[in-house]
């Protein structure tokens, strides 16, 4: 599964995932490069998703041609 998030020059890819018994079939690629070709069909200048590092898509995304640009911090209420 996937969306987009946002329309115009600045787009981000979200809810990227697959089921357990889906992975490692290529599912996962062809939805990203399904939202890729969307955005650009909506002429997005800037295509960006967020993701922890070292998560399972880490090397697809850097495959499929995303590249690390900043880290979030995460922050919790206690």
Do not use: C, D, M
């Amino acid at each position: 599964t996937g969306a987009l998030k946002g329309r115009g020059r600045v787009v981000e890819l979200v809810g990227i995932g697959t089921r357990l018994g889906a992975r490692r079939q290529g599912v996962a690629t062809a939805v990203v490069r399904h939202l890729v070709g969307l955005a650009r069909a909506h002429r997005a200048e800037l295509i960006f998703l967020t993701a922890t590092s070292q998560s399972s898509g880490e090397r697809l995304y850097h495959r499929l041609g995303f590249r690390v640009v900043g880290e979030q911090q995460r922050w919790r209420f206690v």
